[in-house]
């Protein structure tokens, strides 16, 4: 699966941003799409999942209430809704699909392009 992130920029805290994944060639149906970030100087963490054939939905616990995933069927696509942004959210973003829930970082192979979002005190 084809991954790409988007939606990535800069932002004021307390602002908002809507990142997308998209796939191409396959369809999300059978997997679970993930978001992962990295800022400067960090190793890569988990932010949140969704089942996509079934909509459960997981989040870190520096997330919740904050940040919420969805996806669109029809679109073959998943979002992160981030609300209320801190600056230490700034990093890059990422997606990322497996066959099943995985929260670590080492589970996956493969990384594609992410995007960058940079949130000003």
């Known amino acids: 699966v084809q991954l790409q992130a988007s939606g990535g920029g800069s932002v004021q805290a307390g602002g908002s941003r809507r990142l997308s994944c998209s796939a191409s060639?396959?369809?999300?149906?059978?997997?679970?799409v993930a978001w992962f970030r990295q800022a400067p100087g960090k190793e890569r963490e988990f932010v949140s999942a969704?089942?996509?054939?079934?909509?459960?939905?997981y989040y870190a616990d520096f997330v919740k209430g904050r940040f919420t995933i969805s996806r669109d069927i029809a679109k073959n696509t998943v979002y992160l809704q981030m609300n209320s942004l801190e600056p230490e959210d700034t990093g890059v973003y990422y997606c990322?699909?497996?066959?099943?829930?995985?929260?670590?970082?080492?589970?996956?192979?493969?990384w594609g392009r992410g995007t960058l979002v940079t949130v000003s005190s």
């Open positions: 990322n699909a497996h066959s099943r829930y995985a929260s670590s970082r080492l589970e996956y192979a493969y």
């Open positions: 060639g396959q369809f999300f149906i059978h997997y679970t």
């Open positions: 969704t089942k996509y054939g079934v909509g459960t939905t």
